[in-house]
């Protein structure tokens, strides 16, 4: 309660060592429990799901990944392929939908996992709000950004790499207002509508087209970017700290980045508000596997308005609008 009360986070080495998940997942053992079940999947060409594209022009747009369903064997028999064979070609999957999916279609495996972490439930004084399961490979990123959730992040498969900014450093990430897009299929599966998106790089010249359509398949295997409609701007970081000499603010210079490894059996308490990158290493047999607690930030106490104070100051100082994108919870 100590370390939570700091809003600092902080790792519990093999904190979740003696769990059943941690004992008995493999990638035999999803596949015995899961089978055939259709899940969600995160389909992108580059593991880019959620992140911030650079278009030729120098212009930038928020790019959301294609979600399609497939059965939960096929899923993570193409994270592995994709894993052990790089230069097949295929299109990055991730399991990600972040919407309490252990408590629904992934529920087969959640009697794996205690259904609280008894720490930050004391310490938090409430129950999770979402409780979600994450399967990817090493082609998978996710860009920085943060949550209004107290978050568990727990490793069972692979390794998880974090770079961690405080929420004081909101001057540090030059957010902006991004025009939205999506992922798409250039041809649309055989099973959706005939009728084809125009790719943004594309759409000065060519009006929506009707193509025969494509195998599940070789539709993934061709993904372009196409604007959102109706049009949406997506308040989003556009700074990597990474990358610091990339469309950095004067502030930038000043950002000290955290930087931790969670490996098998890990638990990391990741604050609310709290900047985070992400990006995953294998297990041997080719997949990476997590599981997260999302608690509800307490927006009564004096952490939120703060923060929101910081951030509005940082956005003007940089000649930006606070009030823009201020009720996202991206």
């Known amino acids: 309660m100590r370390y939570v009360a700091r809003n600092r986070p902080f790792v519990v080495r093999k904190g979740a060592e003696d769990w059943t998940a941690r004992k008995a997942w493999n990638a035999k053992y999803l596949v015995d429990v899961m089978g055939r079940q259709l899940v969600n999947v995160a389909v992108t060409p580059h593991g880019n799901a959620d992140s911030v594209v650079e278009l030729e022009d120098d212009g930038l747009l928020f790019v959301k990944p294609y979600d399609t369903e497939e059965p939960f064997s096929k899923v993570i028999e193409k ?54 399961f994450w399967l990817g490979n090493s082609h998978s990123t996710t860009a920085l950004h943060k949550d209004n959730y107290e978050n568990i992040y727990v490793q069972v498969l692979g390794r998880k790499h974090f770079v961690l900014l405080p929420p004081i450093e909101s001057a540090c990430i030059n957010e902006q207002l991004i025009p939205a897009a ?36 070789e539709a993934l295997s061709d993904l372009v970017v196409c604007l959102d409609e109706p049009e949406e701007n997506v308040p989003f970081a556009t700074w990597d700290p990474d990358f610091p000499n990339e469309r950095p603010t004067p502030y930038s210079q000043y950002s000290r980045p955290l930087r931790v490894t969670l490996d098998e059996g890990d638990m990391l308490f990741l604050p609310a508000l709290w900047y985070h990158k992400v990006s995953q290493s294998c297990s041997s047999e080719g997949i990476c596997c997590a599981v997260n607690y999302w608690y509800d930030l307490d927006f009564s106490g004096s952490f939120w308005p703060l923060c929101s104070f910081t951030r509005g100051v940082s956005l003007l100082t940089l000649g930006r609008d606070p009030r823009d994108g201020e009720d996202d919870d991206t």
């Open 79 to 132: 994270i592995q392929q994709q894993e052990f064979h790089p230069s097949m070609k295929e299109p990055t999957r991730y399991a990600q939908t972040q919407n309490d999916n252990l408590r629904n279609e992934y529920i087969p495996l959640f009697s794996d996992l205690p259904k609280d972490v008894p720490f930050a439930r004391i310490a938090l004084q409430k129950s999770p709000d979402a409780i979600n």
């Open 182 to 217: 999506t992922y798409t299929p250039r041809t649309p599966p055989s099973s959706t509508s005939s009728r084809s998106l125009s790719p943004v790089s594309e759409m000065s010249q060519s009006p929506l087209q009707a193509l025969p359509s494509a195998s599940h398949d």
